[in-house]
């Protein structure tokens, strides 16, 4: 009799000690009755859905936003480039580089009177607002480097050492205030000097006004003998 | 057997470390010996240990002994090297220009004092390293005023007192022989871990 009694008592024993044991589902009406009645009162919760690509809108937003750092990091790089008068700029892609090699790169080129930045496109677009260079906005994709130079016979050398540097890829320049592509800069920097260009101009203005003077004095030249001829003429006739 | 056999395999797996051809270590000038750390540094990267401290002690033999050279050491695969020895490594020689041994030990603290004067002479003794070849003068003095800060340093634009230096400098080795014996009761009560 006792047996029987504390059979049940026993496995209630069993279940509460061991975690092996997975519980009853659904549990016991009991137990269930018994929850109910100790749950607490709570306000009931209102479930809000997030609208999809809300929290996405939300960071590319926060993204393009510039803290005081960033606005005072952009207003130095241009206050910079005024101060220091460059005339050329290559945007160029920058490739992963181990750091010692690029410091070492960095001070040759600084040697050949090339500076080399790296701030980051979203600085650079700010530099670049309401200039004519915020054209330059659409190579401002991924990694980018700028290397500004104060002499334009430096678009040559820029050429001639980011061509040695396989992690340095020159997109675009910019000379004064044109964007020059890569071919065209690539012909310019067959010239030996950018003075030839000026001499070829100088020339090609000079050719235009000698031929206008001769035009205008074949034209003079020919005016008394087309008057002989006319009167000649007309003198025939009479 | 079989599983004893199997066990014993298991056993030994070593990972070889694979690395890289340059080798940045300071160096105590004349003082290079086949003795941790260096001696295994470069005998893992299989360089002759000897022969290097040789080269590298005739090579500073125009260094006053024992001062810090930042070495770099290129090793080629053929286990041949080339040697770039630096100038004295900055913090040392601007503990040497404020006449101090020892850098800050909390924040705020302020170790020693210089003239923009002393980190002029200093950055023109580091502008002969490869490395800071071509970069600007006053690039490198930004360098250490970045660095005087690190070692609590402070920079001032007007020349110092001597008779104020003379002071400071009094009452801060009082404090550092404090700082210092605390240390070594610490040491004592094997209150740190040294090991």
Redesign the interface.
């Known amino acids: 009799m006792l047996n029987l009694s504390l059979r049940p008592l026993a496995n209630v024993q069993v279940r509460a000690v061991s975690s092996k044991y997975p519980r009853p589902t659904p549990r016991h009406f009991k137990r269930r009755v018994f929850e109910a009645a100790l749950q607490p009162e709570l306000p009931p919760t209102v479930s809000s859905c997030i609208p999809p690509g809300l929290v996405k809108r939300e960071h590319t937003e926060k993204s393009k936003e510039y803290s005081d750092v960033e606005l005072a990091l952009s207003n130095l790089v241009r206050d910079w480039m005024v101060k220091e008068e460059f005339r050329v700029m290559a945007v160029c892609q920058f490739l992963p580089v181990p750091g010692?090699t690029l410091?070492?790169a960095k001070?040759?080129l600084?040697?050949k009177n090339i500076e080399f930045r790296s701030y980051g496109n979203k600085i650079l677009k700010k530099v670049f607002e309401k200039t004519p260079m915020s054209s330059l906005n659409t190579v401002l994709v991924g990694s980018n480097a700028i290397l500004m130079a104060k002499d334009f016979a430096a678009l040559k050398t820029i050429l001639q050492e980011t061509d040695k540097l396989n992690w340095l890829e020159p997109l675009v320049i910019m000379a004064d205030n044109r964007i020059v592509d890569m071919v065209q800069a690539r012909e310019l920097a067959k010239l030996s000097s950018m003075e030839d260009l000026r001499a070829h101009t100088v020339q090609i203005l000079g050719q235009q006004v000698a031929q206008i003077t001769i035009s205008l004095d074949t034209a003079t030249r020919h005016l008394p003998s087309l008057l002989d001829s006319y009167a000649a003429s007309q003198q025939e006739k009479q | 057997m079989a599983s004893k056999g199997a066990a014993r395999v298991r056993k030994k797996e070593i990972v070889k470390v694979v690395h890289g051809a340059l080798l940045r270590t300071n160096i105590k000038a004349q003082m290079a010996s086949a003795a941790p750390p260096l001696g295994p540094q470069l005998g893992q990267r299989g360089l002759n240990v000897a022969n290097f401290c040789k080269e590298f002690n005739k090579e500073t033999g125009h260094f006053k002994q024992g001062v810090p050279l930042p070495t770099r050491i290129t090793v080629k695969p053929d286990r041949t090297y080339d040697l770039e020895i630096c100038t004295p490594t900055t913090t040392w020689l601007l503990k040497q220009a404020a006449g101090i041994g020892r850098g800050k030990a909390s924040k705020d603290e302020v170790v020693g004092k210089l003239t923009v004067k002393h980190l002029y002479e200093i950055a023109k003794v580091k502008s002969r390293d490869k490395a800071l070849q071509h970069v600007e003068l006053e690039q490198i003095c930004r360098m250490l005023i970045k660095t005087c800060r690190t070692l609590g340093i402070e920079v001032q634009y007007h020349d110092l007192d001597p008779t104020e230096l003379k002071e400071f400098l009094t009452a801060r080795k009082e404090k550092v022989d404090a700082q210092l014996k605390e240390l070594a009761d610490k040491k004592a009560a094997k209150m740190l871990r040294t090991t």
């Open positions: 010692r410091w070492f001070n040759q600084r040697s």
